[in-house]
Structures are given as structure tokens and as C-alpha cells.
């Protein structure tokens, strides 16, 4: 923990730990998206002001293959190399387990991937606007099911809208 002198104006907060984000694709495009764009952009302005660290896997860099320009623009400006989870054995297997148990229909397996990738990367959070297949209380129960018994710890799938408000006191 970080130590602070007394009364030093410029120093609010003891020491302020900076949470580790996995987002989707649809995060990412919805830095401009006209439905999405105000609280996409507030959680950028928000980790550019140190509250969060944001991760992303080789499944995004393989959606995002017909993405706009400006979307990969983004993508490029905000994930290095080391903000990039690989995709590995563990993975797939952990993806292809959401899939037999049908938590997912089938033709949705990227989605699954992608959940794999943050639970195998141990992010707490995965961010997603996907309300239909990930930010849904029924499935989160069903991906951590699978995580519980295959000995990974459970995630929380959230929107961005979950994350943005109520830490106006610590000036984010």
C-alpha cells in the first residue's frame, strides 16, 4: 500500500486498486455506436483516469477481422500486446464445455470463447452490450456452473452501465 503524507492536497485516496476489465467485441464497437456510445465512452474516460485496466482475447482480434477502420483504429490505440489473452488449449476446452451443456446455441460459440478466455485469464469481469447471449443472469449462472465444476473460480458478465456510476466522490 502506497504511503501518503497527511494532508497533501493532492492526495485523496490511500492507495486505489485499478480493476481488471475483459471486454467483448461489442464493447469495443460500441465506443461508436450511436445506442451505446455516452456510457462506452465514460468507461474509456474512466480507465484512462486509472480506475480500470482493460484486457481482450484473440477471439475479439478474430471478430474484429470485418470490423470498421475506426473500430481496429480503437483496438490498436487501447490494447497492446500484453492487454491481448491467448487463446489456448484450456480454452477451447473450457468453451467447448459451455457448449455441451447448451448454454449457448451453437452457431454462438465465439461468445463462448470469449467468456472461456476471461475466466482461464481469471478476469473478474467480463464487459459486454451482448444482452442476449452474455449479459444475462440465466446464462452467467450457467458459465459459472460449468467454472465451479471444472475448478475455475466464477465472473461476473456486466454492461458497462453496471460499472460507470457511483464513484463520483472519487472523481471518475
Known amino acids: 500500500m502506497a504511503k501518503l503524507e497527511l494532508g497533501h492536497e ?7 486498486k485499478v480493476t481488471t476489465l475483459y471486454l467483448d467485441t461489442s ?16 468507461l474509456w ?9 482493460f484486457l481482450t482475447s484473440e477471439v475479439t482480434i478474430e471478430e474484429l477481422t470485418a470490423a470498421p477502420e475506426r473500430v481496429c483504429e480503437l483496438f490498436a490505440r487501447t490494447f497492446p500486446a500484453e492487454g491481448i489473452v ?9 468453451a467447448a464445455a459451455y457448449m455441451a451443456d447448451r448454454i449457448l446455441p451453437p452457431k454462438y460459440s465465439d461468445d463462448a470463447r470469449q467468456v472461456a478466455a476471461c475466466t482461464v485469464a481469471q478476469v473478474e469481469y467480463l464487459v ?12 452467467e449462472k450457467g458459465f459459472n ?12 458478465i456486466v454492461n458497462p452501465l453496471e460499472l460507470i456510476y457511483g464513484n463520483e466522490e472519487q472523481g471518475f
Open 10 to 16: 493532492s492526495c485523496k485516496v490511500l492507495a486505489m
Open 27 to 42: 464493447v469495443i464497437g460500441g465506443y461508436f455506436d450511436d445506442e451505446w456510445k455516452e456510457p462506452t465512452m465514460e
Open 45 to 53: 474516460r474512466q480507465m484512462e483516469a486509472g480506475r480500470f485496466r
Open 86 to 94: 491467448s487463446v489456448n488449449a484450456e480454452t477451447e476446452s473450457l
Open 128 to 139: 459486454s452490450w451482448n444482452f442476449r447471449h452474455l449479459v444475462n443472469v440465466e446464462r
Open 145 to 156: 456452473a460449468v467454472n465451479l465444476l471444472r475448478g475455475f473460480r466464477s465472473i461476473r
